[in-house]
T-cell receptor, first 114, second 111 residues
Framework: DAGVIQSPRHEVTEMGQEVTLRCKPI?????LFWYRQTMMRGLELLIY????????DSGMPEDRFSAKMPNASFSTLKIQPSEPRDSAVYFC????????????FGDGTRLSIL | DQQVKQNSPSLSVQEGRISILNCDYT??????FLWYKKYPAEGPTFLIS?????DKNEDGRFTVFLNKSAKHLSLHIVPSQPGDSAVYFC??????????FGTGTSLTVIP
């Protein structure tokens, strides 16, 4: 039973470059979440989708961040241009979207912006 | 503003003893609470949950207690094992869609 799959696992790039993080949710799950893990705020929700539609993107820090979900099995999180302060671990999670159902997380992408 | 708070960044416990991890929340509308466990270089994995209609839920060595009047929940692990060493996140939701996470508590179980 495949879990949430994220790629790449690690990304190192220079400031100003475009970064694209990818996520494949668990088949049949209809809600998808992007989180950023920081020491100060823990797991910080960036955006979530329900049935491929963005529901709440109030956590997206700046216009440099964008996310898409073109179909039920794929989502991307883009940062353009990237900055050193974007360095963090980014997690994708999915859930059935029903009441009282836990989220299932991928193993994350560790992003380093030099 | 952080709606779910874990005020202890770290905790150390001897193997075989009880581990108690605490979590406070501010939103009285939260009705479902979860604990996740996270090992290094892995994503958080679901551990145990509790609905607001209950005050206790038990699963093997893990028990979650909910005190709604105090807006407080705790995770008890007994007996603690070295493999329990990880970061534990508390989370809460009121809609079943948007989840709010704490900053995590790093548990070290000393053999």
């Amino acid at each position: 039973d495949a879990g949430v799959i994220q790629s790449p696992r690690h990304e190192v790039t220079e400031m100003g470059q475009e970064v694209t993080l990818r996520c494949k949710p668990i088949s049949g799950h209809n809600s998808l979440f992007w989180y950023r893990q920081t020491m100060m705020r823990g797991l910080e929700l960036l955006i979530y989708f329900n049935n491929n539609v963005p529901i709440d993107d109030s956590g997206m820090p700046e216009d440099r961040f964008s996310a898409k979900m073109p179909n039920a099995s794929f989502s991307t999180l883009k940062i353009q241009p990237s900055e050193p302060r974007d360095s963090a671990v980014y997690f994708c999670a999915s859930t059935l979207g029903q009441l009282n159902q836990p989220q299932h997380f991928g193993d994350g992408t560790r992003l380093s912006i030099l | 503003d952080q709606q779910v708070k874990q005020n202890s960044p770290s905790l150390s416990v001897q193997e075989g003893r009880i581990s108690i991890l605490n979590c406070d929340y501010t939103n009285s509308m939260f009705d479902y609470f979860l604990w996740y466990k996270k090992y290094p270089a892995e994503g958080p994995t679901f551990l145990i949950s509790i609905s607001s209609i209950k005050d206790k839920n038990e699963d093997g060595r893990f028990t979650v207690f909910l005190n709604k009047s105090a807006k407080h929940l705790s995770l008890h692990i007994v007996p603690s094992q070295p493999g329990d060493s990880a970061v534990y996140f508390c989370a809460a939701t009121d809609t079943g869609n948007q989840f709010y996470f704490g900053t995590g508590t790093s548990l070290t179980v000393i053999p």
